[in-house]
Protein backbone atom coordinates (compact mmCIF):
# COMPACT_ATOMS: atom_id res chain seq x y z
CA UNK A 1 0.00 0.00 0.00
CA UNK A 2 1.41 3.17 -0.76
CA UNK A 3 1.63 6.36 1.78
CA UNK A 4 -0.65 9.22 1.73
CA UNK A 5 0.88 12.08 0.13
CA UNK A 6 0.11 15.14 1.92
CA UNK A 7 -0.41 18.85 0.34
CA UNK A 8 1.45 21.32 2.37
CA UNK A 9 1.25 25.70 1.81
CA UNK A 10 3.26 27.99 3.91
CA UNK A 11 1.73 31.63 4.06
CA UNK A 12 4.07 35.00 4.38
CA UNK A 13 2.45 38.44 3.35
CA UNK A 14 4.75 39.11 0.73
CA UNK A 15 5.55 35.53 -0.56
CA UNK A 16 9.02 37.04 -1.43
CA UNK A 17 11.09 35.19 0.63
CA UNK A 18 10.50 32.77 3.58
CA UNK A 19 7.42 30.83 2.26
CA UNK A 20 9.15 30.75 -1.17
CA UNK A 21 12.61 28.93 0.90
CA UNK A 22 10.00 26.47 2.79
CA UNK A 23 8.50 25.60 -0.28
CA UNK A 24 11.25 24.35 -1.86
CA UNK A 25 12.76 23.02 1.00
CA UNK A 26 9.96 20.95 1.57
CA UNK A 27 9.73 19.63 -2.39
CA UNK A 28 13.43 19.07 -2.11
CA UNK A 29 14.05 17.29 1.17
CA UNK A 30 10.84 15.34 1.27
CA UNK A 31 9.90 15.18 -2.27
CA UNK A 32 6.73 12.47 -2.90
CA UNK A 33 5.50 12.32 0.74
CA UNK A 34 4.84 16.07 0.15
CA UNK A 35 3.94 18.57 -2.34
CA UNK A 36 4.58 22.17 -0.73
CA UNK A 37 3.09 25.29 -2.52
CA UNK A 38 3.64 28.90 -1.42
CA UNK A 39 1.94 32.31 -0.99
CA UNK A 40 1.03 35.50 0.58
CA UNK A 41 -1.86 37.78 1.37
CA UNK A 42 -0.30 40.61 0.26
CA UNK A 43 2.22 38.93 -2.83
CA UNK A 44 5.09 41.27 -3.77
CA UNK A 45 5.18 39.80 -7.24
CA UNK A 46 9.16 38.82 -7.38
CA UNK A 47 11.15 36.98 -5.02
CA UNK A 48 13.52 38.74 -3.32
CA UNK A 49 17.18 38.22 -4.98
CA UNK A 50 19.32 37.36 -1.58
CA UNK A 51 16.77 34.66 -1.46
CA UNK A 52 16.97 33.57 -5.21
CA UNK A 53 20.76 33.50 -4.94
CA UNK A 54 21.09 31.43 -2.04
CA UNK A 55 18.25 29.37 -3.59
CA UNK A 56 20.12 28.67 -6.72
CA UNK A 57 23.49 28.49 -4.70
CA UNK A 58 22.09 25.78 -2.55
CA UNK A 59 20.94 23.68 -6.15
CA UNK A 60 17.54 24.22 -5.28
CA UNK A 61 14.90 24.44 -8.52
CA UNK A 62 13.75 27.71 -9.03
CA UNK A 63 12.66 28.09 -12.59
CA UNK A 64 8.79 27.78 -11.33
CA UNK A 65 8.96 29.70 -8.33
CA UNK A 66 6.59 33.23 -8.40
CA UNK A 67 4.91 35.01 -5.78
CA UNK A 68 1.29 35.01 -5.47
CA UNK A 69 -1.93 35.08 -3.82
CA UNK A 70 -3.30 33.30 -1.03
CA UNK A 71 -6.46 33.30 -3.32
CA UNK A 72 -5.31 30.64 -5.98
CA UNK A 73 -5.63 28.24 -3.14
CA UNK A 74 -9.11 29.09 -1.59
CA UNK A 75 -10.71 28.74 -5.31
CA UNK A 76 -12.18 25.44 -6.90
CA UNK A 77 -9.45 23.41 -8.39
CA UNK A 78 -6.65 24.31 -5.99
CA UNK A 79 -5.12 21.57 -4.37
CA UNK A 80 -6.86 20.12 -1.64
CA UNK A 81 -4.89 21.45 1.32
CA UNK A 82 -3.93 18.75 4.17
CA UNK A 83 -1.40 21.48 6.18
CA UNK A 84 -1.21 25.18 6.06
CA UNK A 85 1.66 27.11 7.91
CA UNK A 86 2.00 30.47 8.70
CA UNK A 87 6.00 31.66 8.48
CA UNK A 88 6.37 35.60 9.46
CA UNK A 89 4.05 37.32 12.20
CA UNK A 90 2.05 39.31 9.73
CA UNK A 91 0.04 36.84 8.63
CA UNK A 92 -0.48 35.13 11.70
CA UNK A 93 -3.00 37.99 12.64
CA UNK A 94 -4.53 38.40 9.45
CA UNK A 95 -7.53 36.82 8.39
CA UNK A 96 -7.12 33.78 6.44
CA UNK A 97 -9.54 32.61 3.35
CA UNK A 98 -11.69 29.71 4.44
CA UNK A 99 -9.38 26.75 3.26
CA UNK A 100 -11.46 23.71 1.61
CA UNK A 101 -11.20 20.38 3.86
CA UNK A 102 -9.94 22.27 6.83
CA UNK A 103 -6.07 21.39 6.57
CA UNK A 104 -4.43 21.11 9.71
CA UNK A 105 -2.83 25.05 10.65
CA UNK A 106 -0.03 26.50 12.74
CA UNK A 107 2.34 29.50 12.95
CA UNK A 108 6.10 28.75 12.50
CA UNK A 109 7.55 32.43 12.82
CA UNK A 110 10.87 33.06 11.21
CA UNK A 111 12.44 36.24 11.25
CA UNK A 112 12.34 37.97 7.47
CA UNK A 113 14.94 38.30 4.85
CA UNK A 114 13.38 40.99 2.61
CA UNK A 115 13.41 43.47 5.67
CA UNK A 116 17.10 42.93 6.78
CA UNK A 117 19.42 45.75 6.09
CA UNK A 118 22.68 45.66 6.18
CA UNK A 119 25.50 44.82 3.58
CA UNK A 120 25.41 42.21 0.96
CA UNK A 121 27.47 39.79 2.47
CA UNK A 122 25.52 40.00 6.16
CA UNK A 123 22.14 39.71 4.30
CA UNK A 124 23.20 36.53 2.51
CA UNK A 125 24.57 35.10 5.96
CA UNK A 126 21.12 35.89 7.24
CA UNK A 127 19.32 34.02 5.03
CA UNK A 128 21.12 31.08 5.33
CA UNK A 129 20.32 31.31 9.06
CA UNK A 130 16.72 31.85 8.42
CA UNK A 131 17.02 28.97 5.86
CA UNK A 132 18.52 26.77 8.12
CA UNK A 133 15.73 27.44 10.52
CA UNK A 134 13.09 27.06 8.20
CA UNK A 135 15.13 23.34 7.19
CA UNK A 136 15.09 22.15 11.43
CA UNK A 137 11.36 22.43 11.49
CA UNK A 138 10.40 21.02 8.06
CA UNK A 139 12.58 18.39 9.06
CA UNK A 140 11.16 17.59 12.39
CA UNK A 141 7.28 17.76 10.72
CA UNK A 142 8.70 15.42 7.83
CA UNK A 143 9.82 13.08 10.23
CA UNK A 144 6.08 12.85 12.22
CA UNK A 145 4.38 9.42 12.04
CA UNK A 146 1.15 11.86 10.55
CA UNK A 147 -0.79 8.81 10.42
CA UNK A 148 -0.26 7.56 13.41
CA UNK A 149 -1.42 10.68 15.36
CA UNK A 150 -4.86 11.68 16.29
CA UNK A 151 -5.88 15.18 15.09
CA UNK A 152 -5.24 16.73 18.92
CA UNK A 153 -1.59 15.09 19.22
CA UNK A 154 -1.07 16.25 15.77
CA UNK A 155 -2.02 19.82 16.41
CA UNK A 156 -0.15 19.92 19.60
CA UNK A 157 3.05 18.67 17.80
CA UNK A 158 2.47 21.03 14.77
CA UNK A 159 2.62 23.82 17.32
CA UNK A 160 5.28 22.64 19.02
CA UNK A 161 7.55 23.30 15.99
CA UNK A 162 7.10 26.53 15.62
CA UNK A 163 8.58 26.78 18.75
CA UNK A 164 11.52 25.45 18.12
CA UNK A 165 14.31 27.47 19.09
CA UNK A 166 15.84 29.60 16.70
CA UNK A 167 19.64 28.77 17.63
Same mark, same amino acid.
Given at each position: ??????? !????? &? %????????????? $???????? /????? %????? %? #??? +??????? &?????????? *?????????? =??? +???? #?? #?? !????? !????????????? &??????????????? +? =????? #???? !?? /???? $? /?????? $?? /?????? *?????? *????? %?? &????
Amino acid at each position: MSEKSYN !VLFLC &T %GNSARSIMAECIL $NREVGGRF /RAYSA %GSHPR %G #FIE +PAVLDLL &TKSNYPTKDL *RSKSWDEFAQ =VGA +PPLD #FV #FT !VCDNA !VGEVCPSWPGQPM &TAHWGVPDPAAFEGA +P =VEKAL #FCAD !VM /RMLY $N /RISIFS $NL /RIEALD *RLSLQK *RLDEI %GK &TPRE
